[in-house]
């Protein structure tokens, strides 16, 4: 096993001395290359972005995310980018010399954060519908107003052929290496990983560390034992059977692509759920593992009457969603135990619909989250699966008002009588992202906003 | 030509490649450089009993405490003995009671969470109406005065009254305080700032070690992002440095943290208004009273001149025959609040703009014409004295508005569209800005300026402001070019440190093109000048003219100075003529709100505004467009919230964090945002014709606000005026749709008495001319 080591705009970099909790973007930035900042550590300005080459089938990818959050032990054996390896002041990237000429930087501080986000895009082989501005919305922007920088992207075509990036993706990424340091260890399959777990039931499991670097940037937290998981191979599958199987280890992003069209729902959460830097790196199973009260996937897949398959070296078991989460950040995974895919079943709900209440369009969390999954047949409900973030201590399914709308008629006067049976579901309260009864208010509301929209009643 | 050339930011290809420097770069080329971290209080007021760093010295890596103890000079960060650099009373949850410097920054932090404090809590207030009602304040209580309020709201046809409160804002620049302190050779300290004002950041050093001026140089490479944040806020962090890099020898390196930074440091303030304002039957203003309060948290900072710069602005662009404003600064247990972008003017205006927001369907006047009747005309005076020059500007950009934006066709595309929808509503709106130009303190209104010609025919410039993204050395890099007549590349400038350039104000009021351009102008003309006449018209090449200058022994460089002429300003009256000029512009903007949740977009920005002769179109662009945005995010958007409760975490501040606190992002770009410079512009006076152009497009903002409003009305019947929060989040607009759709009380008092707002009190302190100074010079005992 060689010490670990990482190659950072093409130069073989060492790894070796660092503690599991230092950043990737403590890496770079020790290396003399500042262009990567720290704006806030936790994942939401993307200032501190940098490309990763990442597999994509048989290929690779250029895939931007957030250095601060990444422990830079994570990236043993990886290629990573920084703005710096993109281009310099006298030969500069296509990216940045369309930033540059449009006046898409003004104090500048941002700018690196979104070179190696538009970098990733531009990247991005087979955007006939050309630059997609979702791709930006991980990175703040204090000074522009963001015109020139939508400009700048507009602008760009494709790579030339000659350029030696895109030719790069066309070669396989680094696979996954063993690594094994003073306090972080990466197995190479899952058998490994469940021994590991054994033996450390306490250990921190890493996936795309996007909850754990907060902990440790913004609360101190200092894991003594990281088993890190995102690259093992039985979590990274999927499947489009019935049930349609998703591995726990795949990122949102991975999961989208891999998806497509297929599950609408879903398809309706990714452009919602925090932004690319994040969904980048965010992994499926770390979503459910965290057990966030308002992680917007949970009232998604509630919705779509999902469960979750666990597994420990003792074996596997599949728990209902709806009977997963048991507390404020608790779930019934039990020490030992690594959320492995998660299953939807078919045929998938016939009428679905994600409604997400936050104060900011994009990258912003929720005030409340409300995922629909209803079956309407000859004009009657035969079967809703309401999800609800954002409402109580848990994600919780919306049982009153699914019973509310079960064998009634699809009609104003049900709708109307479930809205105020939804309005009171959970425990809303009060707190800097919202009312409780701005809250318990929007409850309500999205189901009177779902009938006006699949109705036509919203003219 | 260079100046007038739209030309990208001078650092653009430095800032793209992550080549620039910034503050905290620095400390990755300098050689063991110490980290140093706060203990910071959890209480918004308390005593500090004990404090025993001891503990902290046993961690690893500590090197050494920071205590008052240590302070050889003044023990305050401000300049006006109010701020203790290391406080025995802290006065809001953040305050610093120490720092701890480490080996590592995780060395420090592990020694600050050790270090042993006790306190003894003390009350505290922490909302603004709190202060009021108990009638905590500080500083004076300035009152801006013109005819006779009283009678005129007895004859006006219309009388309403009301409240208006609205939210702070985080300036949220995206490098956070940073300061990196070294001790030079013989004794001299070097800090290197993030500052917008060297000057005081060099002052308040000096006078915390004991040191004279002279033995203290700050340099500013460049800003990521200021705002007015770092005007007066980075003075303590670089003294603590410096401190530091005194007492170990060694360089120390400060950076806050995000939540540091966001808990720590001042904010735009809070406003809360209550006034009472009369209309002929025409919709004409006839008289307005105000009492203007902003929460100044815990000490006075900047709070005195944002007042007066707020009342000075509640005018915005509309002749008010009658007025009587008066403000007050309220002590409360929070960050001490500060300049931000705008310095009150844009706290000033919104209460004129909700004014007549909320009264036009009252009055039954529709908002645009009733907001365009009473635009000054030529003639017309301030309420504090000052000629409105120009007034007629504004109508021009209010009538091109009107037309490039298509305002008549789109209003009735809105009607319609409203009629048409159950669920959703358009509003479009448009608002003013008039916005004075000069520090209101007439002395700030200097600058400096050096210039350097090499034998090769290079050229070197310093100045006295500082680079934060504005574009400022963007501009002087061709007002040099221009006025030595050499080409751009020719020309270079130098960070700026105050032992180039010394006694500068900050970069700061829009005002660092026009004060230091005037000063780079007259040292480059200094220096043409000598070089026109050795040439005696033989039309020698530039190298070789200077080539020539220096054999003969003509002089190659010059100092630069220029003041600011024609403005005075008495502020224990609040009377005279303190800008130079007003910046004028005009905005329309049209939103789309949903009726469900209250959510909305921007559909499209219309907007001309006035730059005079712009020295840099695409610099201009940048300010008008990112300003605009900047405002959206201050109206609609960002939500300061403190925890006000009785609970532990009293006096909190409960969005300390990029995950709570939300910035408009790419999302928030209007889906249309047209922006024209308004032409036949010139500005008599100012470097090359050209305007001030940093705070004043904050303001067209203003529009965003006022069309969310009438979005929300039209939920209501005709005629529903609609009260809406400020920050107008989407939560705000849904409570306010919900008030439009329920019932037509519309939360205005119509008639007198109404809400009288509180009076002046005559035994209350005016502003003092001092007031806006810089601190009592503090001369060190012997040197």
Known sequence: MSDPHVTVNGQDRPLAGLPAHTSALDLVRGLGLTGAKEGCAEGECGACAVLVLRPHGDDSRWTPVNACLVPAVALDGQEVLTAEGLGTPDDLHPVQSELAERGGSQCGYCTPGFVCSMAGEYYRPDRPEGFDLHALSGNLCRCTGYRPIRDAADALGPPPGSDALAQRQQRSAPGPVPTRTDGFVRPLDLAEALALLGEHPDATVLAGATDLGVEVNLRGRRPTYVVAIDRLPELRELSTGDPIEIGAALTLSEVEATLGAEVPLLDEVWPQFASPLIRNGATIGGNLGTASPIGDLAPALLALDASVVLVSSRGEREVPLSGYFTGYRETARRPGELVRSVRVPRPLPGLTAFHKVAKRRYDDISSIAVGFGLDVVDGTVVRARIGLGGVAATPIRALATEAALEGRAWARDTVEAASEVLRGEGTPIDDQRASAAYRSAMLGNALRRLWAETTGGSR | ?783
């Open chain 2, 1 to 783: 030509m260079s100046v007038g050339s739209a030309l990208p930011h001078e650092s653009a290809a430095l800032h793209v490649t992550g080549h620039a420097l910034y503050t905290d770069d620095l400390v990755h080329r300098t050689r063991g450089a110490l980290h140093a971290h706060p203990v910071c209080s959890p209480h918004a007021h308390a005593r500090v009993t004990r404090l025993d760093p001891t503990p902290a010295l046993e961690v690893a890596g500590v090197v050494r405490v920071l205590t008052a103890a240590d302070v050889p000079g003044v023990n305050d960060a401000g300049v006006k003995g109010d701020e203790p650099l290391f406080p025995d009373e802290v006065m809001f949850v953040g305050h610093a009671v120490c720092w701890v410097l480490g080996e590592t920054p995780e060395a420090a932090r592990l020694g600050a969470a050790a270090v042993e404090v006790d306190y003894e809590s003390l009350p505290s207030v922490v909302a603004l109406t709190e202060a009021i009602e108990v009638g905590s304040f500080q500083g004076g209580r300035p009152v801006v005065g013109r005819g006779d309020t009283e009678r005129a709201l007895a004859e006006a046809a219309h009388v309403f009254s009301g409240t208006t409160e609205m939210a702070g804002q985080e300036h949220f620049y995206l490098e956070t305080h940073a300061a990196l302190a070294l001790v030079d050779e013989g004794g001299q300290v070097f800090v290197q700032s993030s500052t917008q004002h060297p000057s005081e950041t060099q002052e308040i050093v000096a006078h915390v070690l004991g040191l004279h001026n002279h033995a203290v140089t700050v340099q500013c490479l460049r800003m990521g992002g200021g705002f007015g944040g770092k005007e007066m806020q980075p003075h303590g962090f670089a003294a603590v440095a410096a401190l530091g890099a005194t007492l170990t020898g060694r360089p120390v390196r400060l950076r806050l943290t995000r939540t540091q930074d966001m808990t720590m440091t001042g904010k735009r303030h809070g406003f809360h208004a209550q006034w009472r304002v009369g209309f002929d039957d025409a919709g004409r203003l006839q008289a307005l009273e105000a009492t203007l309060t902003s929460d100044g948290g815990w000490s006075l900072d900047l709070s005195e001149p944002v007042l007066a710069r707020a009342l000075c602005h509640v005018d915005n662009a509309y002749w008010i025959p009658h007025v009587l404003l008066h403000g007050r600064v309220a002590r409360t247990h929070k960050t001490s609040q500060t300049a931000f972008r705008g310095f009150g003017g844009p706290q000033g205006m919104l209460v004129v703009e909700d004014v007549l927001g909320r009264c036009a369907p009252l009055l039954g006047i529709d908002p645009i014409e009733l907001r365009r009747r009473n635009f000054y005309v030529a003639g017309q005076t301030t309420p504090y004295g000052q000629p409105v020059r120009h007034p007629e500007r504004v109508l021009r950009a209010w009538e091109q508005v009107i037309s490039t934006g298509e305002v008549a066709r789109r209003s009735a595309e809105v009607a319609a569209f409203n009629a048409s929808h159950a669920h959703a509503r358009r509003g479009l709106a448009m608002t003013p800005v008039k916005f004075g130009i000069s520090f209101n303190f007439t002395a700030f209104n200097q600058a400096g300026a050096l210039v350097h010609v090499y034998k090769d025919g290079s050229v070197l410039i310093n100045h006295g402001g500082t680079e934060m993204g504005q574009g400022l050395h963007t501009k002087m890099l061709q007002v040099a070019a221009t006025s030595l007549g050499v080409p751009l590349g020719r020309v270079r400038l130098a960070p700026t440190r105050t032992d180039k350039v010394p006694n500068t104000s900050a970069t700061a009021a829009s005002s660092g093109a026009d004060l230091n351009g005037g000063a780079v102008k007259d040292a480059c003309e200094q220096i043409r000048h000598r070089l026109v006449d050795l040439d005696r018209g033989r039309g020698l090449p530039w190298e070789e003219l200077v080539r020539e200058a220096y054999f003969t022994r003509v002089q190659l460089w010059a100092a630069g100075f220029y003041r600011t002429e024609g403005i005075h300003w008495d502020s224990t009256v609040m009377q005279g003529h303190p800008f130079k000029y007003f910046a004028y512009g005009v905005a329309a903007t049209e939103v789309e709100v949903d009726g469900f949740t209250g959510a909305y977009r921007t559909r499209r920005v219309d907007v001309v505004h006035d730059v005079g002769d712009s020295l840099s179109p695409l610099v201009d662009l940048g300010q008008v467009e990112g300003g605009f945005v900047q405002g959206a995010g201050w109206l609609t958007l960002e939500d300061l919230r403190w925890d006000e409760s009785d609970g532990p975490g009293r006096g909190r501040l409960t969005t300390q964090t990029a995950s709570t606190y939300k910035l408009p992002s790419l999302g928030e770009l209007p889906g249309e945002l047209n922006v024209a410079f308004l032409d036949r512009a010139h500005e008599d006076g100012v470097v090359f014709g050209s305007k001030a152009v940093g705070e004043p497009p904050l303001m067209l903002a203003l529009s965003v606000r006022e069309a969310l409003r009438q979005a929300a009305a039209a939920f209501g019947p005709p005629g529903t005026s609609v009260d809406l929060a400020s920050p107008a989040t989407p939560e705000a607009v849904f409570w306010a749709l919900e008030r439009a759709r329920g019932s037509r009380d519309h939360h205005l008092v119509e008639g007198l008495p109404g809400v009288v707002p509180d009076r002046p009190d005559p035994a209350a302190p005016r502003l003092h001319p001092r007031s806006e100074q810089v601190a009592p010079v503090h001369v060190p005992s012997e040197v």
